[in-house]
């Protein structure tokens, strides 16, 4: 059983920066392409950022194209989401997710989900 498990969320500043993380424990890491979703109250959970299997590809929503940056590190099965100009639009529930193989932004697609972390930006 894949277990996921998000760590970094906090409260901050119109500007500033947050690194937020995810540890994969019960499979091998490189198996899976990792993604970032996030959810704010009432709305539908979004795709923010993906990266392959290797680490070589990411993929980003426009929203945040520039903003943030994915990455991860299979020797610690573990991926980042280095987000910096944070806005209060960026306030949210953040999780990560893990799917076989190939990267989606559908999230009905996600093998596995963390338990989430809150971001919360003021202005």
């Known amino acids: 059983q894949v277990t996921l498990v998000e760590s970094g969320g906090g409260l901050v500043q119109a500007g500033g920066s947050l690194r937020l993380s995810c540890e994969l424990s019960g499979r091998i890491f490189s198996m899976y392409a990792m993604s970032w979703f996030r959810q704010a109250p009432g709305k539908e959970r979004e795709f923010v950022a993906a990266v392959d299997w290797s680490g070589s590809s990411t993929y980003y929503a426009d929203s945040v194209k520039g903003r943030f940056t994915i990455s991860r590190d299979n020797d610690k099965s573990t991926m980042y989401l280095r987000m910096n100009s944070l806005k209060p639009e960026d306030t949210a529930t953040y999780y990560c997710?893990?799917?076989?193989?190939?990267?989606?932004?559908?999230?009905?697609?996600?093998?596995?989900w963390g338990q989430g972390t809150q971001v919360t930006v003021s202005s």
């Open positions: 997710a893990a799917r076989r193989a190939y990267y989606s932004e559908d999230p009905t697609s996600i093998d596995y």
